[in-house]
């Protein structure tokens, strides 16, 4: 069972077993993004996902991704689609070695502010489970450079050392839509359609 009291300083608050299975060998890379409920009029909630591809696996589904996007959509998005295309998309996290879901409900607050309960956990899940690399949707200058100094404060406090991290453009790769249909899916109560695990955090 998690522990999720306050941590004394310097120390990691995660303490027990990581959610699903945890991998050996070689590190992989996860792709993350991230979604406001109800289209940004929820003020409760946020996810958070992160999906893990196999490095010999990423070429083919990149070019699965791309066949997948409707050529009126800019990169798949889950909350452009209409319902069965939705559904085939599922196909594509089918083909992930994990997901990861972290999702916070709580009180009403901010997007900002409801988005901090979800880096911290998700860092340390992905940790456990041997990745090496997260690559991350970027939201602008301004938020990825926040997103550096939080990265740089877990590793103080422990979460994170061995993970790096990157910004990206969906146009540069389209291995984050996997972690939007993610997103979409638990959201939509769909995510027993594929191998996922759902953190839910306080």
Known sequence: MLNLARPESERNRFI?????TQYTGSMHRAYVDESEPGGGRDHTAYVMAAVVVHDR???DVRAGIRAAT???M???HWYEALHAQRISWLELLRRAVAVVVVRYDGAAARVERRRRHGPERLVWELEQRGVGEIVIESRGRTHDDADRSMFDALR????GRSVRHEHVRPDDEPLVALADLACGAQVAAL???FDGSVVRVP
């Open 57 to 59: 696996e990423r070429d």
């Open 156 to 159: 103080r406090r422990g979460v």
């Open 16 to 20: 027990g077993e990581a959610t699903g």
């Open 70 to 72: 409707p050529r009126r």
């Open 191 to 193: 995510d027993h359609e």
């Open 74 to 76: 800019r990169k798949l």
